[in-house]
């Protein structure tokens, strides 16, 4: 039999998750859309900031899945979401001290194994909130994408004028309240040891698998736009500002379409509706080889916000749907290590190689064969009914 039990804040959970994505990723905002910008304006090449792109998800591809894992098995979720964020928060203070290559490179690896399980432990906690209490988890997750968009258009703006030299302090403050908010989260159902299914069950349901191969490559392609849209874009002669706007505007439009996400799944179905996003998402990308202004490569990203917003919802609430309750958590930091882990680690030197020797038109070339074979994998799935309901337990 499986005992549950609740870590009960006594908190409106509505409004505890969506403080909780607010917060969360305005603090991304601040930092992460101009991170590789700031290296490249220290003097690193293309292909240096491939290569602490695709040593970071490795390190995601080793500790997220594990940590999520111990989190689950000790029910120790929210502990473990609060010790990452602290080590984050640490971490990004120091990378802010060094200038070459050879010294950012182990120390942005560190703060990449301490971020690697945060999203995970909270959106396998958020969704279950959302199930339990009877919530839209993307009316929830909406307010991340919101505090993502409004944070990073100010932000672009103030480091256009004053510089970078502030930026890591200012999202070091916004990292504390999503510490504080952290233990303000459910925790979940508890699972006796005895009737804990083997972690191996995940990879025996077709639907998650195809999820976890999704993942992977659905990745590598939004994640070229995002890895290298600044540089792209600047190379189009756009400034910190169009960048700002570029990465802004592409979060905000997600938020009325997180907000109607559920409606839309309704309507659709959950297995539907994520092949809609990653069609959405393959023609944005289609955008970015063809754009040849910085107005061009916003337009395609506010495309890309429609279908990341159907794509963010939609897969959280499948893994969540499929995964067993004791191993929840380690199935979306699975995924996760997929989405910027696995295809960071095998595909951003590529892209960095293509961009510094063809031009950002070819990698985003390499980037849309990707996405459309993920358009035919998820097509397939689809027809083969692998999204299936699955019995219930008895």
């Known amino acids: 039999m499986i005992a549950r039990r609740f870590h009960l804040s006594g908190t409106n959970p509505l409004l505890v998750g969506s403080l909780f994505y607010w917060f969360y990723w305005a603090f991304v905002a601040v930092y992460d859309p101009f991170l590789?910008?700031?290296f490249s304006d220290l003097g690193l090449t293309a292909l240096q900031i491939g290569m602490i792109a695709s040593i970071v998800p490795l390190s995601s591809l080793i500790?997220?899945?594990?940590?999520?894992a111990m989190a689950d098995r000790f029910n120790k979720r929210i502990q473990f979401l609060q010790w990452s964020m602290t080590a984050w928060m640490v971490m990004l203070g120091i990378v802010a001290l060094p200038k070459t290559f050879w010294m950012l490179l182990p120390l942005v690896f560190l703060m990449a194994l301490a971020r690697s399980a945060t999203s995970p432990l909270s959106d396998s906690m958020i969704a279950g909130m959302a199930v339990r209490h009877g919530l839209s988890f993307g009316r929830m997750r909406m307010w991340g994408s919101a505090g993502f968009a409004l944070v990073t258009i100010?932000?672009?703006?103030?480091?256009?004028?004053?510089?970078?030299?502030?930026m890591f302090g200012v999202a070091i403050l916004l990292a504390l309240p999503v510490i504080y908010l952290s233990s303000k989260l459910e925790s979940g159902p508890v699972v006796n040891s005895q009737a804990r299914g083997p972690i191996l069950e995940l990879l025996r349901d077709p639907g998650l698998v195809t999820l976890f191969v999704l993942s992977f490559l659905m990745g590598a392609a939004m994640l070229s736009t995002y890895v290298f849209g600044g540089i792209?874009?600047?190379s189009m002669g756009g400034n910190e500002f169009m960048m700002g706007?570029?990465?802004?505007?592409?979060?905000?439009?997600?938020?009325p379409v997180m907000h109607f996400s559920g409606n839309i799944i309704d309507r659709l179905t959950s297995a539907r509706t994520l092949w809609l996003a990653v069609i959405i998402l393959t023609i944005s990308i289609v955008g970015f080889v063809f754009s040849s202004t910085p107005e061009g490569l916003v337009v395609a990203s506010m495309v890309k916000g429609v279908g990341f917003g159907l794509f963010a919802v939609t897969l959280v609430r499948l893994i969540d749907e499929r995964a067993p309750d004791e191993w929840k958590s380690t199935a979306q930091a699975i995924s996760s290590a997929c989405l910027i882990g696995l295809s960071l680690l095998l595909t951003s030197a590529l892209f960095g190689y293509l961009f510094d020797n063809w031009g950002g038109r070819t990698m985003y070339m390499a980037a849309t064969m990707m996405a459309i074979t993920a358009v035919l994998l998820m097509g397939f799935a689809v027809a083969k009914n692998w999204f299936a309901p699955r019995l219930s337990e008895t």
């Open 232 to 234: 792209y874009m600047a």
């Open 154 to 166: 100010v932000c672009g703006y103030l480091w256009a004028q004053v510089g970078y030299s502030p």
């Open 36 to 38: 590789n910008v700031y």
């Open 63 to 68: 500790w997220s899945p594990f940590v999520s």
């Open 245 to 255: 706007l570029m990465f802004g505007l592409s979060a905000l439009v997600e938020v």
